[in-house]
Nanobody
Framework: VQLQASGGGLVQGGGSLRLSCVAS????????VGWYRQTPEKQRDLVAQ???????TYEDAVKGRFTISRDNAKNTVYLQMNSLKPEDTAVYYC???????????????WGQGTLVTVSS
């Protein structure tokens, strides 16, 4: 599985951005796609995730502001980010996860990061 992330940039506080993650390769093996973010001071944390069945989860800090969605026809997962705050500034990474049932383990695939900078 290969992932191509895009959509980052510089935005003023209160503004919006939409990140895109295009998947290619063995996409039928993907069980969930998530967006993570990382700053120099913090580890890479999950921001939002959407499963094969369409269930979504969000980090508490982004609930009500961010929305994860997908377009199956385009093999793309989006992260719509509204009401952005300076603390949302980070490198955002797209992740695809495959659950290996025989070993009950995960295989994780990562896209390149895309930088989101929110000015105050």
């Amino acid at each position: 599985v290969q992932l191509q992330a895009s959509g980052g940039g510089l935005v003023q506080g209160g503004g919006s951005l939409r990140l895109s993650c295009v998947a290619s390769g063995n996409i039928f093996s993907i069980d969930a796609v998530g967006w993570y973010r990382q700053t120099p001071e913090k580890q890479r944390d999950l921001v939002a995730q959407i499963t094969r069945g369409g269930s979504t989860t969000y980090e508490d800090a982004v609930k009500g502001r961010f929305t994860i969605s997908r377009d199956n026809a385009k093999n793309t997962v989006y992260l719509q980010m509204n009401s952005l705050k300076p603390e949302d500034t980070a490198v955002y990474y797209c992740n695809a996860r495959t659950v290996v049932l025989t070993t009950l383990s995960d295989i994780n695939y990562w896209g390149q990061g895309t930088l989101v900078t929110v000015s105050s």
